[in-house]
């Protein structure tokens, strides 16, 4: 007989939720112990909010011998910025701290924060063609002045990640702050429900493998210098976007695919909208409270 096993607490800064669906009560929980340490270790290894994170020293020193998550994540974070035309940009931790988001998300209004930049182009896969990324020896070296933040990216990999440990049961879940990978079925023998949350319950997303993220204006939001702002930062810009969109939510066949086009969808609102083909579906709300279905319709029901 099948049976859930739930764990619930917080990883990466947000809440999680993990559960395994299982004939074997004991294994199940083993296996949620292993992925509740992985996630721990991943956000050892790329927090920019720990000090004594390897992505801390490396943005502090310019140059270290990475350990194998954080140089993962640097390498997926130049693939990400390549493939989103460089929209999700991982050098907008300056911007971010500018406006006051630095050991923690800003409480009140940040009276002190200062103006900002356009980002400018980067040539990141150059990091690569020089040397400054040496697979080898798992060294990185930044250019100067540049620092990372990872959080996009890193949350999605170590969605992943974790999820590797509950493999090889019935069904498995990752809820990570709202970003799920779901693969089998649930504990009833289903397949998996995942509810997408616009401020209220606007749709779902079903069937077996799902990998669904959000991006959002609405979290992750304070006010800087008396007006309101948030963390998703268009890099041409260097200010909080503006496109319209308040939520997108995306199901893609992988986590960091999900991840990558919602925030492209939030980002840059209906320019990004030719990137939802047959592999993606996406349901947005725009500021006036209008909810649109982008993608196939197949495995998705919208109740707005």
Same mark, same amino acid.
């Given at each position: 007989?099948?049976?859930?096993?739930?764990?619930?607490?917080?990883?990466?800064?947000?809440?999680? $939720?993990?559960?395994?669906?299982?004939? =074997?009560? @004991?294994?199940?929980?083993?296996?949620?112990?292993?992925?509740? $340490? =992985?996630?721990?270790?991943?956000?050892?290894?790329?927090?920019?909010?720990?000090?004594?994170?390897?992505?801390?020293?490396?943005?502090?020193?310019?140059?270290?011998?990475? /350990?194998? @998550?954080?140089?993962?994540?640097?390498?997926?974070?130049?693939?990400?910025?390549?493939?989103?035309?460089?929209?999700? =940009?991982?050098?907008?931790?300056?911007?971010?701290?500018?406006?006051?988001?630095? $050991?923690?998300?800003?409480?009140?209004?940040?009276?002190?924060?200062?103006?900002?930049?356009?980002?400018?182009?980067?040539?990141?896969?150059?990091?690569?063609?020089?040397?400054?990324?040496?697979?080898?020896?798992?060294?990185?070296?930044?250019?100067?002045?540049?620092?990372?933040?990872?959080?996009?990216?890193?949350?999605?990999?170590?969605?992943?990640?974790?999820? @590797? &440990?509950?493999?090889?049961?019935?069904?498995?879940?990752?809820?990570? /702050?709202?970003?799920?990978?779901?693969?089998?079925? =649930?504990?009833?023998?289903?397949?998996?429900?995942?509810?997408?949350? &616009?401020?209220?319950?606007?749709?779902?997303?079903?069937?077996?493998?799902?990998?669904?993220?959000?991006?959002?204006?609405?979290?992750?939001?304070?006010?800087?210098?008396?007006?309101?702002?948030?963390?998703?930062?268009?890099?041409?810009?260097?200010?909080?976007?503006?496109?319209?969109?308040?939520?997108?939510?995306?199901?893609?066949?992988?986590?960091?695919?999900?991840?990558?086009?919602?925030?492209?969808?939030?980002?840059?609102?209906?320019?990004?909208? &030719?990137?939802?083909?047959?592999?993606?579906?996406?349901?947005?709300?725009?500021?006036?409270?209008?909810?649109?279905?982008?993608?196939?319709?197949?495995?998705? /029901?919208?109740?707005?």
């Amino acid at each position: 007989m099948l049976t859930e096993r739930t764990w619930t607490g917080r990883a990466l800064g947000t809440g999680v $939720k993990l559960q395994v669906v299982t004939d =074997d009560v @004991r294994a199940g929980d083993d296996a949620l112990l292993r992925a509740v $340490k =992985d996630l721990e270790e991943t956000e050892q290894a790329l927090s920019r909010f720990r000090e004594d994170s390897d992505l801390s020293i490396l943005n502090r020193e310019g140059t270290t011998l990475a /350990g194998w @998550r954080l140089f993962e994540a640097v390498e997926a974070s130049i693939r990400a910025y390549e493939w989103s035309g460089g929209i999700v =940009d991982p050098r907008v931790i300056q911007a971010l701290e500018n406006l006051g988001y630095r $050991k923690s998300l800003p409480r009140g209004d940040v009276r002190d924060a200062v103006s900002i930049e356009p980002l400018g182009p980067a040539d990141m896969r150059n990091w690569v063609d020089t040397g400054e990324l040496d697979a080898g020896e798992r060294r990185i070296s930044l250019p100067e002045s540049v620092r990372l933040d990872l959080a996009g990216v890193g949350k999605a990999l170590g969605i992943g990640w974790a999820a @590797r &440990h509950l493999a090889g049961h019935a069904g498995l879940l990752v809820d990570v /702050g709202g970003d799920v990978m779901a693969i089998g079925c =649930d504990g009833r023998g289903e397949p998996w429900r995942i509810a997408v949350y &616009h401020g209220g319950i606007v749709g779902e997303f079903t069937g077996s493998p799902l990998a669904v993220a959000t991006s959002t204006t609405m979290r992750r939001a304070w006010k800087a210098a008396g007006r309101n702002v948030h963390h998703l930062i268009d890099p041409r810009t260097g200010e909080p976007s503006r496109s319209g969109l308040l939520y997108a939510t995306v199901a893609a066949p992988t986590i960091l695919e999900s991840d990558l086009i919602a925030k492209m969808l939030v980002i840059k609102g209906k320019e990004a909208t &030719h990137r939802i083909d047959g592999r993606y579906q996406a349901i947005v709300t725009s500021e006036s409270g209008e909810t649109r279905m982008l993608g196939p319709r197949e495995n998705l /029901g919208v109740t707005a």
